[in-house]
C-alpha cells in the first residue's frame, strides 16, 4: 500500500486479492440485478461507454467494511487519521465502463457540505493491461 498525495488529498494505492475482488464483483452483480437498478450516468463523473447505478443503502456490509478496513489502515499508517478512528458509509456508487471510457478524478467537497470532514474511495475491480 502507499499513499499518494493528491492537491490537497490523498490517494491510497493498494492491490486487495483475487478472492475479494470476485466477492466483490459479485455482490454489485446481485446488488444491481435484485434491486432492479437503472443507469445513472448521465452528468455524473463518468465519460464514454460507461453505466453507473447507485448502491447507498443497499451495499451488503461486507463490501463496505473492505473499504472502510482499507482505508483505516492506511491513514493511521501514515499518521492522517487517530488510531481507532470510526467511518461511516454515506453514499456508494458504482461505475462499469467499456474501452476507452473512464470515470473521471474530482472532488467531493462542495458536494458533501454535512460531512465536514470526509474520505472517497474508488476501487477498480478490473483494468486494462498497460501497452507500451
Known amino acids: 500500500m ?3 498525495n493528491f492537491n490537497d488529498d490523498w490517494i491510497i494505492e493498494t492491490e486487495i486479492s483475487q478472492e475479494e475482488v470476485k466477492q466483490i464483483k459479485e455482490a454489485i452483480f446481485h446488488t444491481v440485478m435484485d434491486n432492479n437498478l437503472e443507469n445513472d450516468a448521465e452528468y455524473k463523473s463518468c ?3 460507461m453505466i453507473q ?3 447507498t443503502g443497499i451495499l451488503p456490509e461486507y463490501v463496505e467494511n473492505l473499504f472502510k478496513k482499507i482505508c483505516v489502515e492506511e491513514l493511521i499508517k501514515n499518521e492522517k487519521a487517530p488510531d481507532g478512528i470510526q467511518l461511516k458509509s454515506s453514499t ?3 461505475a462499469i465502463g467499456q474501452k476507452g471510457a473512464y470515470h473521471a478524478t474530482h472532488a ?3 458536494l458533501s457540505k454535512e460531512y465536514a470532514d ?3 474511495t474508488c476501487l477498480y475491480l478490473e483494468t486494462p493491461k498497460m501497452v507500451d
Open 2 to 4: 502507499s499513499l499518494l
Open 47 to 49: 465519460t464514454g461507454n
Open 53 to 55: 447505478f447507485n448502491l
Open 92 to 94: 456508494s456508487w458504482t
Open 108 to 110: 467531493h467537497n462542495e
Open 118 to 120: 470526509h474520505i472517497s
